[in-house]
C-alpha cells in the first residue's frame, strides 16, 4: 500500500489554465505539506496543514491554494498558471511537527509543465 | 544567503570509496538536523536525524552536526552503486517553530562499479 500518494503524477497544461493535484495519506498523519522542487532540484515548502489547519503559509502567489477536506487529504489548487510555476510538487506528512524522530513521509511527487 | 547550503555537485566516486557530503547553515536556532536521499524521479526518503551536536551512525552512514560551526556532514563508507542519489540535508527548529524543514540544494552523488 502507497504511503502517500498524488495525482496525477505528470500534468502538462497551458499558461492560464487552472489545476489541481490532490494528495491522500493512509498512515493516520496529523500533519501534510506540500513542496515544491523546481529545475535546480532546490525543495522548498509552501504549505502545511495540522489537523484541517494552515500551519505554515510560505510566501507563495495566492493563485495556489490549499485545501485539506479531512486530516488525510490536502490537494492544491492553482489558478491562472504561469511558466514559472512548471516544477515538481510533493506532498508530505508527518504525525505531529515532522522533526527528529517523526519524520516526513515524501509522496512520489506530480510533474507539472506549463506551456 | 539561503539559510542552508549544500554543494549541488555532482560527486562521482568509485565503488567502495568513503563519501562526504556537506552543508553549512547560518539559522543558529536550528536544531534538528535530517539527510535524506532522493532516487531520480522520487520523493525524498530520510536517512538519518541528529539533534544538536554529535555524531550519528547507521550502518554504513555517519551523520555528523558541529553546531560551533555551523556544518553538517555525512559520510558513506564503502560506498556502492545503490547509493547514486541526490542527497538533502534539511534542519529545522525545535518546539513551536518546527513544522518546517529547511532544505538544501542536494547533492547528487554518483558511484560507479
Known amino acids: 500500500d502507497t504511503a502517500v500518494s498524488q495525482t496525477p503524477k505528470y500534468l502538462v497544461t497551458q499558461m492560464g489554465n487552472d489545476k489541481s493535484i490532490k494528495c491522500e495519506q493512509n498512515?493516520?498523519?496529523?500533519?501534510m505539506y506540500w513542496y515544491k522542487q523546481d529545475s535546480k532540484k532546490f525543495l522548498k515548502i509552501m504549505f502545511s496543514?495540522?489537523?484541517?489547519?494552515?500551519?505554515i503559509n510560505e510566501t507563495v502567489p495566492n493563485r495556489f491554494s490549499p485545501k485539506s477536506p479531512d486530516k488525510a487529504h490536502l490537494n492544491l489548487h492553482i489558478n491562472s498558471l504561469e511558466l514559472g510555476d512548471s516544477a515538481v510538487y510533493f506532498c508530505?506528512?508527518?504525525?505531529?511537527?515532522?522533526?527528529?524522530?517523526?519524520?516526513?513521509?515524501f509522496g512520489p511527487g506530480t510533474r507539472l509543465t506549463v506551456l | 544567503q539561503k539559510e542552508v547550503e549544500q554543494d549541488p555537485g555532482p560527486l562521482s566516486v568509485p565503488e567502495g570509496a568513503i563519501v562526504s557530503l556537506n552543508c553549512t547553515y547560518s539559522?543558529?536556532?536550528?536544531?534538528?538536523f535530517m539527510w535524506y536521499r532522493q532516487y531520480s524521479r522520487k520523493g525524498p526518503e530520510l536517512l538519518m536525524y541528529?539533534?544538536?551536536?554529535g555524531n550519528k551512525e547507521d550502518g554504513r552512514f555517519t551523520a555528523q552536526v558541529d553546531k560551533s560551526s555551523k556544518y553538517i556532514s555525512l559520510f558513506i563508507r564503502d560506498s556502492q552503486p545503490s547509493d547514486s542519489a541526490t542527497y538533502l540535508c534539511?534542519?529545522?527548529?525545535?518546539?513551536?517553530?518546527?513544522?518546517?524543514?529547511?532544505f538544501g540544494k542536494g547533492t547528487k552523488l554518483s558511484v560507479i562499479p
Open positions: 508530505a506528512s508527518s504525525q505531529d511537527r515532522g522533526t527528529g524522530t517523526d519524520t516526513q513521509y
Open positions: 498512515l493516520g498523519h496529523d500533519t
Open positions: 496543514y495540522n489537523n484541517k489547519e494552515l500551519i
Open positions: 539559522n543558529s536556532a536550528f536544531q534538528y
Open positions: 541528529t539533534y544538536s551536536s
Open positions: 534539511a534542519a529545522t527548529y525545535s518546539g513551536a517553530g518546527s513544522y518546517q524543514l529547511t
